[in-house]
C-alpha cells in the first residue's frame, strides 16, 4: 500500500476539527498527523509535521486563516492548501485565490466529495466548491461594478446600515446571528473597500450616504 496522504487539519470549533479526524479516520489513504486551532498554531505545526495537505479555515482568532495561507505560502511553497469555510463571500475566494489556495470548499459539502477534494489537490489539482464556481462564473459575466459601494456584499450594505444606526459589534452579531469576530471582519473588509481607516468614518460614510434609512 502507498504512503498514506498526512493532513493536518486548522479549524478553531472542536467539533469541527473532530469530525474531519473522524471522517480521515475512515480512509486507508488518509492519516491526520496534527491538528490547530488557530492560524499561528497551523503554521508552526505545518513546519513541524510536513503534511501532505492542510484543511484551513479562514476565520480563527488571533492570526487569521488568510495571514496563516499567506504565511504557509511564504514558508512552504510547495505546501497543499484545501480552504473549508462556512463563507462564499467573493472577497474571501478571491483572497484565497490571490494568495495561491489549491481549492476552496464549503463547510456544507458531503463528506464523499470533501474527501475527494482532498484528494485532489494532493494530486496538484484545483478543488473548487460548485457554488463557488457558479459565483466565479457570475462574476467573469458580470461587467465590474462601480466603486465604492457597488463593491460591497449584500451582508457588508446591512452591517453598513447597522453601523449607521450606532449599534455596537456585538448588537450587530446579536441581529444577524453571526459572531462578534465575524461583524468585525465585515467591517474591516468595508473599510478596506471604501478606503477608510476607522469605524467612525465608517459610520459617518454610512449616514452621508443615507444607510440609516435603506
Do not use: W
Not at 492548501?81 to 481549492?103: E, Q, R, T
Amino acid at each position: 500500500m502507498c504512503n498514506p496522504i498526512h493532513v493536518l487539519i486548522a479549524d478553531d470549533h472542536p467539533i469541527v476539527r473532530h469530525g474531519l479526524m473522524l471522517l480521515c479516520a475512515t480512509q486507508p489513504d488518509l492519516k491526520v498527523v496534527a491538528e490547530a486551532d488557530n492560524g499561528a498554531e497551523v503554521v508552526r505545526l505545518a513546519a513541524q509535521y510536513a503534511p501532505d495537505v492542510v484543511i484551513l479555515d479562514l476565520m480563527m482568532p488571533g492570526v487569521d486563516g488568510l495571514t496563516a495561507l499567506r504565511l504557509l505560502r511564504q514558508q512552504q511553497p510547495a505546501i497543499h492548501i484545501l480552504v473549508l469555510s462556512s463563507f462564499a463571500d467573493d472577497a474571501y475566494v478571491a483572497a484565497a485565490f490571490a494568495s495561491n489556495v489549491n481549492g476552496f470548499y464549503l463547510k456544507e459539502s458531503n463528506t464523499q466529495n470533501l474527501l475527494e477534494a482532498i484528494r485532489a489537490v494532493h494530486r496538484g489539482e484545483n478543488a473548487i466548491h460548485p457554488t463557488i464556481v457558479q459565483q466565479m462564473i457570475r462574476s467573469y459575466k458580470t461587467p465590474p461594478a462601480s466603486p465604492p459601494l457597488a463593491s460591497l456584499t449584500p451582508r457588508e450594505v446591512e452591517v453598513l446600515q447597522l453601523v449607521s444606526q450606532g449599534l455596537s459589534n456585538e448588537a450587530i452579531g446579536a441581529q444577524l446571528i453571526v459572531s462578534t469576530r465575524t461583524v468585525t471582519t465585515h467591517i474591516r473588509n468595508i473599510m478596506a473597500k471604501l478606503e477608510l481607516t476607522n469605524r467612525t468614518q465608517v459610520a459617518l460614510f454610512a449616514r452621508e450616504h443615507g444607510f440609516e434609512s435603506v
